[in-house]
């Protein structure tokens, strides 16, 4: 059933990219759910099972991007005929920006609902016979034979793309294999060999074989087309071995409750990105944060491109420069930076003679703290884990306000700490009088 061309990929190399070795039959069982819409929040994405948030939440975020983008002004409002070509334009937006160059081909894989149907039959008569037989059946379809159904085409613009999916989407799409077919599009067009060199580790897969969690290389490949593991700015050195991180600003962006427990620390790329979208990473899944104040997320202060010129000079991300660099620095900046000047600021900066200039004591110098964020601002929360058998997903409202001088209670709130990763001094009154959960 494999479409032309299909033959001449590495499908054995893929599976082991995307499952590794040894994948549980219930992880990829967990992986196999369609595009489905709450019934409560035309725009909102539902996950039925733990896992596939990892591609799931991107599109997501795409997806309301593209409501930003549009100004829709009411969301609840849509009806699934206008959700649609927002979905499929978050398809092509992460398609691609994961092509290794603007002539690269996107390629679209999927089981067609023609296949579907065929595979859901033969499922049901395989089980009745087993039932006869009294015998346990097996799924037809499984991680080693799940490529033999999917049909591959490539496509050499987004505007091909687009016009493919607009009149063949209801076609294409609308089966378990959904996600798992919008993956392994996104895997076919990166690259596997491409993605195993972003993510600098051979042996770790895209999802977890046991656990089925999506790895943070998937989430980045998804939200900005590199696989790197990382999500620090630009490149670090660990004792000569040179790590990559995220080159540039990010069209969505990305919080980590993992940064509240010093586990990373996510670099302004992706906090600080061209829409005010953001992924929500707790230990074991994906949400999704959004507002439509673009305040959010204006061009970057002065002080922001202070800690970028001072980062670049400090390339090890120990906090600090040597003394003799202060005039650099100053230079890059646009200070003024003659001789006598300096070497007062140098006294000033370095009390104690170390030989160091802090980063803090430096913007404090030069960039005391200037705040463009709004007083208050309007958030809404996303969370696609729908219960058993119920369709209410739906957006949660929160007030949020900027407290003058104070930090928010944030103990025993995951949320409120995320999000204080990137607006320290964040308070939200969330509708309803709880709080979201980011698990």
Not at 150 to 173: R, W
Not at 300 to 309: L, N, T
Request: charged fraction near 20%; hydrophobic fraction near 40%; proline fraction near 5%.
């Amino acid at each position: 059933m494999a479409a032309s061309g299909a033959e001449d990929i590495d499908w054995q190399l893929i599976k082991t990219l995307v499952f590794g070795d040894g994948v549980k039959e219930a992880v990829f069982e967990r992986w196999l759910q369609p595009f489905l819409f709450s019934t409560k929040e035309p725009t909102a994405l539902l996950q039925s099972a733990g896992g596939p948030c990892a591609v799931l939440a991107p599109i997501q975020a795409f997806i309301l991007k593209r409501c930003l983008q549009s100004k829709i002004p009411n969301l609840s409002t849509l009806t699934p005929e206008s959700v649609s070509p927002l979905l499929q334009g978050a398809m092509c937006d992460i398609l691609s920006q994961c092509r290794e160059e603007e002539t690269s081909p996107m390629v679209l894989a999927r089981v067609s609902r023609d296949v579907a149907d065929i595979l859901q039959d033969n499922q049901e008569k395989e089980e009745s016979s087993s039932k006869r037989m009294k015998h346990s059946s097996h799924a037809l379809v499984d991680v080693d034979t799940f490529h033999t159904c999917l049909s591959v085409e490539s496509f050499g613009s987004v505007k091909n793309l687009s016009n493919y999916l607009e009149d063949n989407f209801s076609e294409i799409f609308g089966t378990k294999y959904d996600i798992l077919s919008f993956l392994y599009s996104v895997v076919l067009t990166k690259g596997p060999n491409s993605i195993i060199s972003e993510r600098q580790d051979m042996e770790e897969s895209l999802i977890d074989p046991v656990h089925g969690h999506g790895s943070q290389s998937l989430i980045n490949l998804l939200l900005t087309g590199s696989a790197t593991q990382n999500v620090f700015d630009g490149i670090r050195d660990l004792c000569g071995l040179q790590l990559n991180g995220i080159s540039s600003q990010s069209s969505v962006g990305f919080l980590s409750y993992l940064e509240c427990l010093r586990y990373l620390e996510v670099g302004k790329f992706l906090k600080n990105p061209v829409w005010p979208v953001w992924l929500l990473g707790s230990e074991t899944h994906l949400t999704v944060l959004f507002s439509r104040d673009m305040e959010l997320v204006g061009p970057p202060s002065q002080r922001d491109i202070a800690k970028e010129k001072f980062t670049c000079i400090d390339k090890e991300g120990s906090g600090f420069i040597a003394v003799d660099k202060l005039k650099d620095l100053m230079l890059d900046l646009d200070l003024f930076a003659e001789d006598p000047y300096v070497e007062i600021m140098k006294t000033k900066l370095d009390p104690d003679s170390l030989g160091i200039v802090l980063l803090p004591q430096f913007l404090e110098e030069f960039f005391p703290e200037e705040s463009r964020v709004p007083d208050s601002f309007t958030i809404h929360h996303y969370n696609g884990l729908s219960k058993p058998d119920s369709t209410q997903v739906t957006y949660i409202k929160g007030d949020a306000v900027m407290l003058e001088g104070m930090v928010g209670m944030a103990e025993n709130n995951a949320i409120l700490q995320t999000l204080q990763t990137k607006w320290r001094n964040i308070a939200v009154d969330w509708q309803g009088g709880g709080k979201p959960s980011i698990n």
